[in-house]
């Protein structure tokens, strides 16, 4: 039997998603996470945006297309937040963001099969290696829907995260969550514990997405000791004013962050700082909008990920008056181009330099990886493994490089 798992969302998402397809192979599925005629879908679902939501509810007529017979099993944000809107599609099952061994006891007990005790370790299929150190979030910033649906932190055991780890092959070891920056909040530890008991691990640690509370001294020296540590951090910022970045109940200043910014580089002079901009926030005004702006330069942003304000029902800024579409749109594409002129510029300060890039795709006439710092490099012919590769000029959405 074929089983599909497809997902729509953030890493945490996928990581999860890797779970369940480990979970159906030891139940004796043939697995892809491509759409395809299958026997079974299992569809993990986002809900940070409406767009998001929207798209996960017509997953289930995409998936239906391949096979219309064929049991379908929801599970995820959308499905947390709304499991009514999968149930009227007529769904097998539907269950939310956590638990997601009930999904997998549902399969087994619609199929007659030996049923796994919990969700196994992902499977890892591709060169980087996603890795899960906790769930939930405790910030409800007021824009995020997320909280209330993932639920409060819980983190995993330091151990338990090594144990993981020891059993990956992947050059590459990301740690990821809703918010990593929370990590061992709930258990009496912290990142930095945690980043600091990686020391001995000899593949390349990366790092997601950062909140501005964890950047001190003690947090960039464990990572500075680290043996293959990927100098990318990204930072959320959602705005570069005071005023809006209050009224998302965002726990820092313009200045604090650009501060934040100074320390990482004073570590790591190269590094790449990412980030995420909201543009359009309820109350945003020119002025709020021209310092997103220009906060880009300040911080010498590596890339931008910028997107339009959805508003979510259940959050503090649900209320709150929207700032009209044409408005947003405008802005959006204001972010976007600032953004690229960002990530031409720091591409630029790469060409010449040599970097480590892990190999990971080929097109048929370049492969294609990454470097410590996130540039897509691509080499010509078809390549293996990582190498020392000189960055030689702008290509594509990277640079050309040529191994040395």
């Given amino acids: 039997m074929k089983a599909v798992v497809f997902t729509l969302g953030c890493k945490v998402n996928e990581v999860e998603s890797s779970s369940l397809m480990s979970a159906l192979e030891s139940m004796g599925f043939e697995v892809t996470d491509e759409l395809c005629s299958a026997d079974i879908y299992v569809l993990n679902t986002g809900a940070v945006t409406r767009e998001a939501e929207k798209k996960s509810r017509q997953l289930v007529s995409r998936a239906r297309r391949f096979n219309p017979s064929a049991p379908v099993y929801v599970c995820g944000c959308a499905s947390q937040k709304d499991a009514l809107q999968f149930a009227e599609r007529g769904v097998r099952y539907v269950c939310g963001a956590r638990n997601k061994e009930e999904l997998i006891a549902a399969v087994a007990a619609d199929f007659s099969l030996s049923c796994p005790s919990g969700l196994p370790f992902p499977k890892q299929v591709r060169t980087r290696a996603f890795v899960k150190i906790e769930d939930g979030c405790n910030n409800f910033c007021s824009y995020c829907v997320i909280p209330y649906l993932r639920g409060r932190v819980t983190s995993r055991p330091i151990d338990d995260i090594l144990g993981e780890i020891a059993r990956i092959e992947c050059p590459e070891i990301v740690l990821t969550g809703i918010n990593i920056s929370a990590y061992g909040s709930d258990i009496g530890t912290d990142l930095t514990a945690l980043v600091g008991a990686l020391s001995g691990v000899d593949r390349r640690i990366r ?12 947090f960039l020296s464990a990572c500075a000791a ?7 951090f990204h930072l959320s910022l959602q705005s570069g004013s005071d005023a809006v970045l209050k009224a998302m109940n965002r726990h820092y200043t313009r200045a604090e962050y650009l501060e934040k910014c100074r ?3 004073s570590f790591f002079p190269g590094a790449a700082i990412t980030t ?10 020119e002025e709020d909008f021209s310092q997103s702006l220009s906060v880009i330069d300040e911080a010498k942003f590596a890339r931008v990920h910028a997107f339009a304000f959805s508003p979510r029902e259940g959050t503090g800024a649900y209320s709150l008056k ?3 579409a044409p408005i947003k749109s405008e802005r959006l594409h204001a972010l976007l181009n600032k953004g690229a002129e960002a990530e031409s510029r720091f591409i630029f300060s790469a060409l010449g330099g040599v ?5 990971e795709d080929f097109d048929g006439s370049y492969t294609g ?4 710092e996130y540039i897509k490099v691509y080499v010509p012919g078809r390549q293996a493994g990582e190498g020392a590769v000189k960055i030689l000029r702008p290509f594509r959405d990277g640079a050309e490089g040529q191994i040395v």
């Avoid at 995420?276 to 005004?285: L, M, P, S, V, Y």
């Fill in 207 to 218: 790092l997601g997405s950062l909140e501005c509370n964890i950047i001190d001294v003690r």
């Fill in 226 to 232: 680290l043996k293959k540590f990927a100098p990318q």
């Fill in 263 to 265: 320390l990482i580089y």
């Fill in 276 to 285: 995420d901009i909201i543009a359009g926030f309820c109350g945003e005004t």
């Fill in 322 to 324: 929207d700032i009209p």
């Fill in 355 to 359: 970097r480590d890039v892990i190999f």
């Fill in 369 to 372: 990886g990454y470097t410590p």
